[in-house]
């Protein structure tokens, strides 16, 4: 999405690179999010039931 932008030049006040670092970050944080979830889920229905 982020190589769009520098194909056309980009804004030049807007740091690219940060925006895509902080996507990486949220994806990763909401894939290991969902994964300790599930997780947890799981864990309970086997010593709660």
């Known amino acids: ?13 807007m740091d690219y690179a940060e925006h895509e670092a902080t996507y990486k970050l949220f994806t990763k944080l909401a894939k290991w999010g969902t994964i300790f979830c599930v ?3 799981i864990f309970m229905a086997v010593t709660l039931l």
């Open 39 to 41: 997780a947890l889920l």
């Open 1 to 13: 999405m982020a190589d769009n932008h520098a194909v056309q030049g980009g804004h030049p006040a």
